[in-house]
């Protein structure tokens, strides 16, 4: 007994408190073997103890603990005292039921088994070790030696429930994930949507994308990608395109980056793929929505002005003669008058079957609006031919047009201008062919004109025009007319549009699309305008006082004048003077003020805003496609184009056109005034519509203040 102390343990408690041996024969020679294991396992005790693995000693039969190092204590948060009185089966509720079910031998179980264990809270923790067993002279023992992987069991379990959730959204979304291998081979592609209604999802393995059908923007695309990828490169919005399985081409975008291992060897790409047909497709439309006429399908005002540049730059290269041919329908508004929009309609697309068919596809055909119609004709060798074309354009336009049950006959004025004979850029050659096509009109229609320098006389008389209209306000020429604008909802007076009208002492009025713009460019829209403003001001003034305190006056504010610093200062100070609030006053602005504005004319509008003073967008709908100023800008009221209100009818596409206006101005927080009203039918439309205010000669003309006056008073009667 020298390898024992001096001091003897009192080997009876140690079996109640440590070994548990109830079943096991009191015989002293059971207590001298344990007590010479136990022993074993104490020289070892301190070094276990610093042991962050579990260890856990007890007695095969009954599970009772002989010994626990620290690692247990700690990892199950008893103590050591409360763990040897504790059998396997209070910590690991299947130790029992396993042992049961027949691991006679616990070696049978292997190393790195995977126990649950509970700890004093309650709370299971997960373990993996190795579960063995050791004789002592008949004894059995049963070693448990594990480590928590809790938190690791967790991580895994999280890393595959994120996998998971990965690869459920992967294939749920539009989106798909490829793969591929050193060769640049799919090796896999999940997700993609509805993209795998036109393409199987096996389809690419094994494939590299350039034996699949793809083809690129460019013939030598492919031989440069693969110089890219043989580089190890990554390429994003890759756009290509394949043919479907319905024989629809499809357009899709891939992005890739390279793949390299642990030591930096490349093993291939994987990225991500779209199938972007549908949005293509909608670019598409929205690009023929802005570049064409949608009654003819010919090219808009727009598509024409950027083909004629082009054509012009062809010419200055050193090209052939280009002509412009612009061309007006004859008492096409006659037509329209008798028989209707719809009419008008088929006729105008009728017209411009008949043009288009008498030039080369090469040729451009546009419609500018209304019943004008150009052509381009590039590439002449011989401008002597150009009259056989003419001729021939007259010829189909004076042959009947079969309209529904109606048969009308028309004709058409064109004139015709050469670049760079007549003209040196794109505004001055519109212009001559425009003022050659009037001189084709006014000498008895049905004819053609060509620009000559005899029509500069007409350029003398704009000029002429030009120094009348500088003395027009001075000498008392200018009047401001005002046109009512109806609530809908009662049928009453609720604003006003001030107009400005030219009365010249020899030409009488002169029309405001014909002065306005000449005032715009000598700038004498500026002087102009304030006069309006004040004039404007000084009649609501009186209005609201004695007639109808709510009254509120348009005033039209062109962009020469957003130009002018402080011009806007002047018109709130004169409100200021004049004692009438902000609300008085809507400054009636255009579209293209709003797209083309710098922080000049944003700060302007907040000033107005600040004031009280609101915001109308004139002849809404007329300009670019764009409705960001919408929110870039505060307005309050849009005022739908009598274009639009011209052909309105249920069912047709300015009825759709004008119904989504006004349902988005309504959303938008906008009022809607609709232009142009002329009938109870266009009127009732509206009305069914939604729209909140209407103007035209249904209710009122333009009209001197006096008799506007009249109407405050007794009201209108239409």
């Not at 490169?233 to 890759?238: D, H, K, S, W």
């Not at 011989?382 to 021939?392: A, K, L, S």
Request: aromatic share 10%; glycine share 8%; charged share 25%.
């Amino acid at each position: 007994m020298s390898r024992h102390s001096d001091t003897e343990p009192d080997w009876d408690k140690m079996r109640d408190q440590v070994i548990g041996l109830g079943k096991l024969s009191l015989r002293k020679n059971h207590y001298a073997l344990l007590r010479d294991h136990v022993y074993e396992l104490e020289r070892f005790r301190e070094l276990l103890d610093c042991c962050e693995e579990l260890i856990l000693i007890a007695d095969k039969d009954d599970g009772r603990i002989v010994d626990a190092n620290g690692g247990a204590c700690r990892a199950l948060t008893y103590t050591r005292e409360e763990l040897l009185s504790m059998t396997l089966d209070m910590l690991w509720p299947e130790y029992t039921q396993a042992k049961n079910q027949g691991f006679a031998d616990l070696n049978t179980l292997g190393q790195d088994a995977e126990v649950t264990f509970r700890r004093k809270d309650g709370q299971g923790l997960i373990f993996e070790g190795s579960l063995c067993q050791q004789m002592a002279d008949g004894l059995v023992l049963v070693a448990v030696v594990a480590r928590d992987v809790t938190e690791r069991k967790k991580a895994d379990a999280d890393l595959r429930a994120s996998e998971s959730r990965f690869r459920s959204l992967t294939q749920m979304g539009a989106d798909w994930y490829w793969e591929q291998d050193a060769e640049f081979r799919f090796t896999n592609q999940t997700g993609g949507g509805r993209y795998f209604e036109y393409f199987s999802p096996s389809d690419p393995i094994g494939k590299t994308r350039w034996e699949m059908g793809y083809w690129g923007p460019t013939e030598d695309f492919w031989e440069t990608h693969r110089q890219m990828l043989e580089r190890h490169e990554p390429y994003r919005g890759l756009e290509l395109r394949r043919l479907g399985i319905d024989g629809e081409v499809r357009t899709v975008i891939v992005s890739g980056e390279p793949v390299f291992d642990e030591l930096g060897q490349f093993t291939g790409y994987r990225g991500v793929g779209s199938d972007i047909t549908q949005s293509k497709q909608a670019e598409a439309l929205i690009w023929r929505q802005a570049n064409f006429d949608p009654l003819t399908d010919l090219p808009n005002r727009r598509m024409f002005h950027d083909r004629l540049l082009q054509e012009i730059k062809k010419v200055n290269r050193g090209g052939n003669h280009l002509v412009l041919l612009f061309i007006d329908l004859d008492h096409f508004k006659e037509v329209n008058d008798a028989f209707g929009h719809a009419a008008g309609d088929l006729l105008l697309t009728e017209a411009a079957a008949r043009i288009a068919g008498c030039v080369r596809e090469v040729d451009t055909v546009a419609r500018l609006g209304g019943d004008e119609f150009t052509v381009l004709i590039s590439g002449l060798n011989d401008i002597n031919c150009i009259e056989r074309i003419v001729q021939d354009i007259l010829c189909q336009l004076a042959k009947p047009f079969c309209l529904s049950n109606e048969v009308v006959l028309i004709s058409g004025s064109i004139g015709i201008t050469f670049y760079p004979r007549d003209a040196q850029d794109v505004d001055e050659l519109l212009r001559n062919a425009d003022q050659a096509m009037y001189v084709a009109k006014n000498e008895g229609r049905n004819r053609f004109s060509y620009f000559t320098p005899a029509l500069q006389e007409q350029v003398q008389k704009r000029i002429r025009l030009i120094n009348d209209l500088r003395s027009a306000l001075a000498g008392g020429q200018m009047r401001v007319y005002f046109q009512a604008i109806v609530d809908l909802s009662n049928g009453q007076i609720y604003k006003a549009e001030a107009l400005l009208r030219w009365l010249h002492p020899q030409r009488g009025m002169v029309s405001p699309a014909e002065f306005i713009p000449l005032a715009e460019e000598t700038r004498l829209i500026i002087e102009i305008g304030d006069w309006v403003f004040n004039e404007s001001a000084a009649w609501v003034k009186r209005w609201r006082t004695h007639f109808m305190a709510h009254l509120q006056v348009s005033v039209n504010q062109s962009p020469v004048q957003f130009a002018k610093d402080n011009s806007n200062d002047q018109w709130l100070a004169y409100l200021h003077d004049q004692g009438l609030p902000g609300e008085a006053i809507v400054i009636e602005i255009t579209e293209s003020l709003l797209l083309d504005s710098d922080a000049g004319v944003k700060a302007s509008l907040l000033k107005f805003r600040d004031q009280g003073v609101q915001i109308a967008i004139d002849d809404f709908g007329t300009g670019y496609s764009s409705l960001s100023y919408l929110k870039k800008f505060s307005i309050d009221y849009l005022k739908i184009d009598q274009s639009f209100i011209r052909n309105l009818a249920p069912g047709s596409s300015d009825m759709a056109l004008t119904e989504a206006i006004i349902v988005m101005a309504h959303k938008l927080g906008l009022k809607v005034i609709a232009e142009g009203v002329e009938t109870v039918e266009q009127r009732d439309l509206l009305i069914g519509a939604g729209c909140d205010f209407a103007q035209g000669y249904l209710f009122s003309k333009p009209v001197p203040p006096e008799e506007f006056e009249l109407l405050i008073q007794t009201g209108l009667k239409f």
